[in-house]
Nanobody
C-alpha cells in the first residue's frame, strides 16, 4: 500500500515557476510508476506527466512539454514536478498518483489529496 501527500502548490504570476513534491510512504514505492494529474474547476481530471518506476521513461501531455519536468528520488520516496513558464491555464488542483506499470496501463490505484496551483495573469 502507498500513501501520497502532495506539497509545493501556491499562487504564482504567469511566467513563473513552481516545484511540486509528492511524498510517499510504503516500502514498495520504487516498484510503482508515478504520475501527476490536474483538475481545473468544472473540468475532468487530466493527465499531466508520468515517470516509470526506475525513472528511465517519462511522458508528458502536449500542453506541458518543454515547460514541465517530472523526476523521482526512490531513496527519498519522492516524485517531483518542476513547472516553468507557467500559464493561467495551468491553474488547477494537482494530484499525484501511483500504480504498478501505470505508464502503460494508465491505471493508478493510489492518489494523494492534491495541491492547489494558481497562476495569475
Amino acid at each position: 500500500q502507498v500513501q501520497l501527500v502532495e506539497s509545493g502548490g501556491g499562487l504564482v504570476q504567469a511566467g513563473g515557476s513552481l516545484r511540486l513534491s509528492c511524498a510517499a510512504s510504503g516500502r514498495t514505492f520504487s516498484s510503482y510508476d508515478m504520475g501527476w494529474f490536474r483538475q481545473a474547476p468544472g473540468k475532468e481530471r487530466e493527465f499531466v506527466a508520468a515517470i516509470s518506476w526506475n525513472g528511465r521513461s517519462t511522458y508528458y501531455t502536449d500542453s506541458v512539454k518543454g515547460r514541465f519536468t517530472i523526476s523521482r528520488d526512490n531513496a527519498k520516496k519522492n516524485v517531483y514536478l518542476q513547472m516553468n513558464s507557467l500559464k493561467p491555464e495551468d491553474t488547477a488542483v494537482y494530484y499525484c498518483g501511483a500504480g504498478l506499470r501505470a505508464t502503460t496501463s494508465r491505471q493508478y490505484g493510489y492518489w494523494g489529496r492534491g495541491t492547489q496551483v494558481t497562476v495569475s495573469s
